[in-house]
């Protein structure tokens, strides 16, 4: 993602549903998935010839389960639907409800943002939807029970922080809404030096898979930005995408 468009730089964001059908021999790609997560994507570019840097630019801190949080989960029957927005969310979420609910409430709908959410409920005995296309809030939200929320109480897995646009739209349309967040994104210590090495080549592509990724990932490299800049950066999404380019 380059600077403002009179910089001077060359802005090249792409999307990762953006097929790459030529070999990466002789490419770097930088993957910047947290490690335990890093695995899925690393594999096929290894297979593609690209050597592969793997340098984490967040990690997943659980949060302790305070008071409040807790009678989150033991009032878990009050809520008509659960939404799971990330897979460390829905992982981490089921265990913890898990301890406390070996059967879960009746009739109660569990909602997953996106296919890598979906997987992480699946085999929990959930009755459970996932969204396939967009992987996203907005998806969600153009599904037709998420319509008319009057009086319904919705309970939201996720991450410390984060986008209010689910939460905020799920009111309007007249439901009461809480959160369980359950991880925080942290900046990891992580040697830079390969990267470094690296961006002095000239056959370099950067991954990035969250806005707080690619703040830590310009923060790590710190006066060397314009390295960054002038490689292409392979994204997630479209609104990924834009926050890159902006």
Not at 151 to 171: F, K, N, V
Not at 225 to 233: D, F, G, I
Request: proline share 6%; net charge negative; with cysteine.
């Amino acid at each position: 993602a380059g600077g403002p468009p009179d910089s001077g730089s060359v802005v090249s964001v792409l999307t990762m549903s953006e097929s790459l059908t030529a070999s990466l021999d002789g490419v770097t790609v930088v993957v910047t998935r947290p490690l335990d997560q890093a695995a899925a994507l690393r594999e096929p570019l290894l297979q593609a010839g690209a050597e592969v840097i793997r340098l984490p630019t967040l990690q997943i801190e659980p949060i302790e389960i305070g008071p409040l949080q807790r009678n989150l989960i033991l009032d878990l029957d009050r809520y008509a639907f659960v939404i799971c927005v990330s897979s460390n969310a829905a992982r981490l979420g089921l265990d913890a409800l898990s301890d406390y609910w070996p059967q879960w409430p009746v009739q109660q709908q569990w909602l997953a943002v996106g296919p890598a959410s979906g997987e992480a409920m699946s085999g929990w005995g959930l009755n459970l939807k996932t969204a396939q296309q967009g992987a996203t809030s907005e998806t969600l939200l153009d599904w037709p029970e998420l319509q008319d929320l009057t009086g319904q109480r919705i309970l939201i897995l996720r991450g410390e922080g984060g986008r209010e646009t689910l939460a905020d739209t799920l009111r309007q349309r007249g439901a009461h809404v809480d959160y369980r967040e359950l991880y925080r994104r942290v900046k990891p210590t992580v040697d830079t030096a390969p990267l470094l090495q690296a961006l002095r080549g000239e056959r370099v592509i950067l991954t990035v898979t969250s806005g707080d990724g690619l703040r830590n990932l310009m923060s790590m490299v710190e006066g060397d930005v314009a390295s960054l800049q002038r490689c292409p950066l392979v994204v997630v999404s479209g609104r990924l995408a834009q926050f890159a380019r902006e």
